[in-house]
């Protein structure tokens, strides 16, 4: 148990809809992260909150957005679902910022669009 | 951006057989991780590495990280079916603390 937890665990949803995805870090961890991974494109990495502010950006489309609240719980959400976002979300937490930034990952969210 | 690479991209391999997996890239991380992934669930911590040169080992698992810190590799010995799963690199880049992902070395022991 890596001490990073995501809700839900399965999400099957319409195209055109809109999801909302959870994680709550390890305590203590300040940094989450977002990845999403499906089998022809490998785990990807999305976007980073450090403290309730954005602090990286990767692949990310315009239509999910993030945030991290002040209890450090994250949330992605996700909108005008389309077939092509079907796949494994993940968040992972890591300790302090400028160190090693090992990372730790929670079981995932696995959505599926129909 | 850093890219990396990893090969091979699938090793099938019998129970017993040594076997090694390699992290590439043309540019130098601060520090290098390995994670193992099974399927459906999220990938797990293995090991860092931080100096050039550095060796690691945990128990059948030696890691290893170049002298330039741009490469690293995974050797396993004896392989067990319990080493089945997607062995992934990581990076973390020099100018800030982003980490990047390598695609992956699928691993399957077979008994």
């Known amino acids: 148990d890596s001490g990073v937890t995501q809700t839900p665990k399965h999400l099957i949803t319409a195209t055109g809809q809109r999801v909302t995805l959870r994680c709550s870090p390890r305590?203590?961890?300040?940094?989450v992260y977002w990845y999403q991974q499906s089998l022809d494109q490998g785990l990807q990495f999305l976007i980073q909150?450090?403290?309730?502010?954005?602090?990286a950006k990767g692949n990310i489309l315009e239509r999910f957005s993030a945030q991290q609240f002040p209890d450090l719980h994250s949330e992605l959400n996700l909108s005008s679902l389309e077939l092509g976002d079907s796949a494994l979300y993940f968040c992972a937490s890591s300790g302090l910022a400028g160190l090693y930034n090992e990372q730790f990952f929670g079981p995932g969210t696995r959505l599926t669009v129909l | 951006t850093q890219l990396l690479e990893q090969s091979p991209q699938f090793l099938s391999i019998q129970e017993g057989e040594n076997l090694t997996v390699y992290c590439n890239s043309s540019s130098v991380f601060s520090s290098l991780q390995w994670y193992r992934q099974e399927p459906g669930e999220g990938p797990v911590l293995l090991v860092t590495?931080?100096?050039?040169?550095e060796v690691k080992k945990l128990k059948r698992l030696t890691f290893q990280f170049g002298d330039a810190r741009k490469d690293s590799s995974l050797h396993i010995t004896a392989a067990q079916p319990g080493d089945t799963g997607l062995y992934l690199c990581a990076g973390e880049e020099t100018s800030y603390d982003k980490v990047i992902f390598g695609p992956g070395t699928s691993l399957s022991v077979i008994p």
């Open positions: 909150y450090y403290n309730g502010e954005e602090r």
């Open positions: 305590s203590g961890d300040l940094s």
């Open positions: 590495v931080v100096t050039g040169g």
